[in-house]
């Protein structure tokens, strides 16, 4: 199996400091929050940013300055959201890629989150992937559900996604696939060759989803953006602490984690 790669989703767009206080939300607490995050070892982060306010924004100014001060104590890879939160515009959505980071996210079709509806015509996902192929920005193709998949593999027929193709499975959502083990079969069954992918469990499901992809040689990714809890009715005392639950784990099912080095390989492969 391929060395585990932990990706630390330190922030997200939603979660809010009220439901977990330890959530990251000022430049200071979020590049803190990354640097522990890899030396409890993680390799890549996935990067949500805050206004002044700890509202959500894509703004590259405040990305600039996470970013910086990231690469100033750590060599973390950074993988920039274009995701975004709900409702924001694609000019919005695409604006940190100008910064160049190694990895960003790509989500290829549209979704109900809880009442919210996140929305992705084709025509934005195209611009978003076609972006990152002139930028020469590895895309982390986000799938909540199985036909994103098909999506995917007919933007590798059309060329506006390259092989080897990485991808997220997002299981938990309220709409999208659960984080029960059998999807995670199908969903690599359906994986394009030479395909890579990490596993997300929502909420409840983080810790069988991060167990089952583990085991399945899939890489795992954890952090508050998706999870606010340690264990039921036990809040998460920092993003390091749940990724230090996954190298732990790793190391006891003997598969070993991939060094920085490795990571920045495989985005380069
Ligand atoms: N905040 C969600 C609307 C991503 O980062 O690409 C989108 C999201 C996925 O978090
Ligand atoms: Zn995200």
Redesign the pocket.
């Known amino acids: 199996m391929q060395p585990l790669i932990i990706t630390c989703?330190i922030t997200?767009?939603?979660t809010l400091k009220s439901q977990n206080p330890n959530l990251p939300i000022t430049v200071k607490e979020q590049v803190q929050a990354t640097i522990d995050a890899y030396n409890a070892g993680a390799t890549v982060v996935?990067l949500?940013v805050r206004d002044d306010s700890g509202a959500?924004t894509q703004d590259s100014n405040r990305f600039q300055e996470v970013i910086d001060g990231i690469r100033a104590k750590c060599p973390i890879v950074i993988q920039i959201?274009?995701?975004?939160?709900?409702g924001?515009s694609i000019a919005d959505r695409a604006r940190p890629l100008d910064l160049k980071p190694e990895m960003?996210?790509?989500?290829v079709g549209s979704i109900n989150?809880g009442d919210?509806v996140?929305i992705n015509k084709a025509a934005d996902v195209e611009l978003l992937a076609t972006k990152m192929l002139q930028l020469k920005i590895k895309p982390?193709i986000?799938v909540y559900d199985l036909g994103m998949m098909e999506v995917a593999k007919r933007m590798m027929k059309s060329s506006l996604l390259a092989s080897p193709t990485h991808f997220n499975f997002?299981l938990g959502t309220s709409h999208g696939l659960s984080g029960d083990m059998r999807n995670i079969g199908l969903l690599i069954d359906r994986l394009p060759s030479n395909a890579t992918f990490t596993a997300t469990g929502i909420g409840r499901y983080q810790l069988p989803v991060a167990t089952y992809s583990l085991l399945s040689g899939g890489h795992v990714r954890v952090g508050l953006?998706d999870n606010i809890y340690f264990a039921k009715g036990q809040l998460a005392t920092s993003n390091a602490q749940l990724v230090e639950r996954v190298a732990s784990l790793a190391h006891t099912l003997q598969r070993p984690i991939a060094s920085i080095e490795a990571t920045k390989k495989w985005i380069n492969n």
Do not use: I, K, W
């Open positions: 989703a997200g767009a939603e996935h949500h959500p959201s274009t995701g975004g939160a709900v924001d960003a996210s790509l989500n989150f919210d996140f982390e986000e997002v953006e």
